[in-house]
Each structure stands twice: as C-alpha cells, then as structure tokens.
C-alpha cells in the first residue's frame, strides 16, 4: 500500500516536487531520518511533519498521508 506525501513552500522549492507515492514498507521508524536520506536538501530546512493532519514523526498501519511543512512565519 502506498502512502500520500505532500511538501509545501520551501520545501518543494529545493526537492523540487510537490507530492509522491511511497510504499508503506519503505518507511523507517523516523520519519525524519527517512526523508532526509530521500532528499538530503531537507537537512538543510527546519519543517515539521504531519501524519494525517496530525504532527507526528510515527505512521501507523491506517496512515494515508504525510505531510511536510517549512518554518511558519507570521503570528
């Protein structure tokens, strides 16, 4: 089963994509770690992730989507 990722703002600007597909099983149990081997540009960004609209660095087997979020700014 694969799994929706979403990347906003800066993040899109330096992988320089929008969303993928990955398969559930390649996942590592930190998500940041996983996604920083995927695209080392990320090391480089402070973001927050979000697992089914929730911020969570953990999926679980009923997980659909994994967003990626840059700084926010603004108050």
Do not use: C, W
């Not at 089914?52 to 603004?74: H, M, R, W, Y």
């Amino acid at each position: 089963m694969k799994i929706k990722v979403v990347y906003f703002g800066l993040i899109v600007d330096a992988i320089k994509i929008e969303s993928e597909q990955i398969d559930r099983g390649e996942f590592s149990t930190n998500l940041n770690t996983f996604f920083e081997a995927r695209h080392t540009e990320l090391k480089k960004i402070n973001y927050k992730i979000a697992v089914d609209g929730e911020f969570s660095n953990e999926i679980s087997e009923t997980t659909q989507e994994i967003a990626l979020f840059p700084p926010f700014a603004g108050g």
